[in-house]
């Protein structure tokens, strides 16, 4: 997260009354909301305690006042760099003691990661609390004994220089650099937190040692602790851990660099391969600290934020673009505004440009109203609650509020808030979003051609230019990738299937599951009208019917329905997956009738419209085109076709036949596929969170009651599995990372008895950093930044089984023969006793961590029905893994695999292929 979430008056900002710790060696410092600060005395280590008991789990974070801003010409990036160097090894922790931060982590079932970004560094932990004096002592241990080996600093150069290969690959991200450095000319947010490839390369392990010893030090560190723990216990931990370490022998070096006035607009191009153009335009705007920044990021919801937003009426709904985007930048000094608009098929960036200066240009002339300001305030603060469901979300927020130079900001910015008129609104617009501190960017692309992965059209533009991690944040916590599908009990530990609340209510299978989370109601649902149920005829056609739900009923058009949820700060999101039609909502407790009937109306009454379905239309193709320029779906998309027969629904048409089956979609197609899959008679809903149980049940029954229909999902087809050794390259231009898959049909549902064994062999093969693959290919030889084996698609039929990769050009042929050399080893010697009982243990600790939140949770319950399984499955699945034998699990890996007859993918710009 690159945003402080505002904690709306759920927590008072003054201090409060609650028991203060005393505690030897600390003094406190103040309390505001639920939050205490205490200064370790002895060496002025900052430390924030949040106490909250509603799971057995807690995050332990550090957080590094030291970010990309503090590097200079020479040492770009080394703060990234270290950041990855500080999971080496220290005197006392390393690989070859067997206890380095990867193995103890991973051993416990932990989330865990590390993050650079401009201001800040951080390290955290998110872990069943019994482990709070393990991982204390071992984020103590890495502050200040890290071993920074010239044998470590060699391969992991390698590993982030592929991590910049990666980002390169976007042009946005691209664009996103760009607009950066020219709008910093003095400031050294100037120059991305990745930084330059030769400081990349060139970075001497004297530097970086030299960059540890300046910054990493109890006085220019806050630990902060968010959970369930005792703040008495914690505190001593905490002295016992960091108290042997003295403050820094030398003042912390200030960044005192200010940016002069920019005196004129200012514009950048960037032009390459890619699909569609981009249009961003970015404004100077204060520090997160300034009285002034409150009203700017209300005025960034005015305008881009959900569907009664002016630039989703100005320019997305008028087919300028496919979705556009804002941010305010949340930093220690002086930032920027950014808008980003990714053009619609045949738009042109002038005429997409026009329309957002148009729109800033009334808003400052005009002002906003009443009702856009009070629905602004209204999803900031409803977002506020959602975002405290769990340890992991807080701490998140906290961090950068740390970064931004006032943790308090993680309650004021609320008061704050409130406190905005439409007066303030106007005044920070006129101040702020004019041309001569702009800086216009385009994205211009120069030629075209690729594939794309199926999935429903969703913009996902800022985590281009968000922080740099350790690791990609998707795989931070091995394992927990398929909690969603098995358990170890709920959030307090107790069993989960005695607590759910399952019935029929108008046809529809509810679960309901009451936890500890205040005043949030998490939904999540599904019913059969997913991808595959389109392969015999127009394959765009079910996509097409999710995307109009959210357009409008027979009842009332889209802007009223977004009105409606947006003033109290709800949310709605329909996806189309292969099989299901999938709804995510979220509303605070009081809103959840509001929530269901609006389910319910979208579902039972969808308007589709002429118009709409146009719109929707061109939507598709355009978010299908921009996902050409990614190499990774360019790759999962040819694998499907590689592995899966012609009708077998896990197998994606091809890009241009899917763009050709858009454009000859017809309305009476969405029609009849809604009239044969739509209804209650499949359909599963789950609610978790704060739940009103009787009236949300007469919620369902009265908002549902009298629909009817519904079929059940396609049938179950075994993939066909290749008997020949194929390799495809998808070649594309100007793209400095190749993404390679290396797989076959698995021949197993996620049901099937062999199942987990194999998991538990992949997970040994590709999870995490100790899984084999990761502390060889990247941790020893540093060849990749990312490398992984998996098991997917498999739900409802049998899946398939894949190694996922990337390599610079360079190092493609390297890194393909060490990832095979790994299989090979892996697939005839198998894996030893120890692996299979420490993975045991990863997996089922990764569950209980994931299980905290009612996202979680939701999602749990609604995977275990969806494949078939009675809820208590949760509460069987430890139970099942700690049953698998060592013969079971070597046994699954020859049964269903062979590496002989997989298939190769490669995805990128390769120096012999011929490019598109």
Not at 150 to 159: H, K
Not at 177 to 185: D, H, M, T, W
Not at 253 to 281: D, N
Request: aromatic letters at 8%; proline letters at 4%; a neutral charge.
């Amino acid at each position: 997260m690159r945003r402080c979430i505002w904690l709306a008056g759920l927590l008072c900002l003054t201090l409060t009354a609650q028991a203060r710790v005393v505690a030897d060696g600390f003094t406190h410092v103040k309390t505001v909301g639920s939050i205490d600060e205490y200064t370790l005395s002895s060496n002025g280590l900052q430390v924030l305690l949040l106490p909250e008991h509603s799971s057995p789990t807690l995050t332990f974070m550090v957080t590094y006042r030291v970010g990309s801003k503090n590097e200079v010409t020479g040492t770009t990036g080394a703060t990234h760099i270290l950041e990855h160097l500080m999971f080496k090894g220290t005197t006392q922790r390393d690989r070859s003691k067997g206890n380095n931060v990867d193995q103890l982590l991973e051993r416990t079932g932990a989330k865990y990661n590390a993050t650079t970004w401009l201001d800040r560094t951080n390290y955290y932990e998110n872990l069943a609390s019994e482990h709070l004096a393990a991982v204390a002592d071992m984020e103590a241990d890495r502050m200040r004994n890290l071993l920074l080996r010239e044998e470590d600093r060699r391969p992991e150069m390698t590993v982030v220089r592929n991590e910049f290969e990666r980002g390169e690959n976007s042009p946005i991200q691209s664009l996103y650099k760009e607009i950066y450095q020219s709008a910093f000319v003095a400031h050294p947010y100037h120059h991305s937190t990745i930084g330059h490839r030769s400081d990349i390369e060139k970075v001497s392990i004297e530097k970086l040692r030299e960059f540890y010893n300046t910054f990493y030090w109890p006085d220019n560190a806050t630990v902060s602790i968010i959970g369930d723990f005792q703040p008495e216990q914690a505190l001593a931990i905490v002295k016992k851990s960091f108290g042997v370490y003295p403050r820094s022998p030398q003042p912390i070096p200030a960044m005192y660099t200010e940016e002069p006035a920019q005196t004129g607009a200012r514009r950048v191009t960037v032009k390459r391969a890619g699909q569609l153009g981009v249009v961003a335009i970015a404004h100077k705007i204060p520090a997160a600290t300034h009285p002034d920044y409150a009203a700017v990021t209300l005025l960034s919801a005015i305008l881009a934020d959900g569907k009664n937003s002016r630039l989703y009426k100005a320019v997305t709904d008028k087919n300028l673009s496919t979705g556009v985007e804002a941010d305010a930048g949340f930093n220690s000094d002086p930032t920027v505004h950014i808008i980003f608009a990714p053009l619609a098929p045949g738009v042109k960036h002038a005429d997409a440009e026009n329309a957002i200066v148009q729109e800033i240009e009334t808003l400052k002339r005009d002002g906003v109203s009443e009702g856009e300001l009070k629905a602004a305030i209204a999803k900031t603060l409803a977002d506020s609650a959602f975002k405290r469901d769990g340890s992991f979300a807080v701490a998140g927020n906290l961090n950068e509020c740390i970064a931004a130079g006032d943790w308090s900001l993680f309650y004021s910015l609320d008061a704050a808030a409130q406190k905005v008129t439409v007066a303030d609104v106007k005044r920070v617009a006129q101040r702020y979003l004019n041309e001569d501190q702009s800086i216009t960017g385009w994205f211009v692309p120069t030629a075209a051609g690729g594939s794309a992965a199926l999935s429903t059209p969703k913009s996902n533009l800022f985590p281009a230019g968000g922080p740099n991690y350790y690791r990609s944040p998707g795989v931070d916590a091995p394992g927990v990738a398929d909690a969603s599908a098995a358990g170890v009990g709920g959030a307090s530990g107790a069993m989960i299937a005695p607590n759910v609340r399952r019935s029929k209510i108008a046809g529809i299978d509810v679960i309901a599951y009451p936890t500890g989370a205040k005043d949030v109601i998490t939904v999540r649902a599904s019913l059969p009208a997913g991808r595959a149920l389109g392969g015999k005829g127009n394959p765009s056609i079910p996509m097409l019917t999710g995307m109009l739900l959210d357009q409008g009923t027979q009842k009332q058009d889209k802007f009223a329905i977004a009105e409606k949820l947006e003033a109290v700060g709800a949310s709605i999101d329909f996806r189309v997956g292969v099989d299901l039609l999938e709804i995510s909502a979220k509303s605070l407790k009081k809103d959840g009738p509001l929530l269901l009937s609006l389910i319910a109306e979208q579902l039972r009454t969808p308007a589709f419209s002429e118009d709409e379905f146009a719109k929707a239309k061109q939507q598709y193709a355009g978010a299908l085109q921009r996902r050409l320029e990614s190499t990774d779906f360019r790759a999962a998309d040819a694998f499907t076709r590689a592995v899966y027969s012609e009708t077998h629904p896990n197998r994606n048409p091809a890009p241009q036949a899917l763009l050709a089956a858009i454009g000859t979609a017809k309305l009476d197609d969405v029609k009849a596929f809604y009239k044969a899959h739509y209804g209650p008679a499949h359909m599963t809903l789950v609610m978790t969170g704060d739940l009103d149980m009787s009236t949300l049940q007469s919620a369902i029954r009265q908002s549902f009651s009298g629909w009817s229909g519904g079929a059940s999902v396609a049938g179950s087809t075994k993939a066909e599995v290749t008997r020949a050794p194929q390799e495809q390259v998808v070649a594309m231009a100007d793209k400095t990372s190749v993404s390679v898959i290396l797989g076959q049909a698995s021949g197993l549902r996620y049901s099937d008895p062999d199942y987990q064994a194999l998991r538990v062999a992949t997970a040994i093969l590709g999870s995490g950093f100790t899984g084999r693959l990761m502390a060889n290919v990247r941790d020893k030889e540093g060849l990749t930044y990312g490398i992984d084996a998996n098991l997917a698609n498999d739900m409802l039929r049998a899946g398939d089984w894949k190694i996922s990769a990337s390599f610079a050009p360079a190092l493609l042929d390297k890194g393909i023969a060490s990832t095979k050399h790994q299989l090979e080893r892996w697939y005839e010697a198998g894996v030893t006793a120890d692996e299979i009982e420490s993975r045991k243990s990863n997996l089922i600790g990764s569950f209980k961590v994931n299980l905290a939140t009612t996202s979680g949770m939701a999602d749990a319950l609604l995977a275990t029905v969806n494949r078939g399984y009675d809820v208590r499955w949760l509460d069987e699945f430890p139970v099942k893994i700690n049953a698998i034998s060592d013969e079971q699990v070597n046994g699954t890996i020859k049964k269903y695999l062979k590496p002989d007859d997989m298939v190769l993918i490669k995805a990128g710009t390769l120096p012999t292929a011929k490019q598109q």
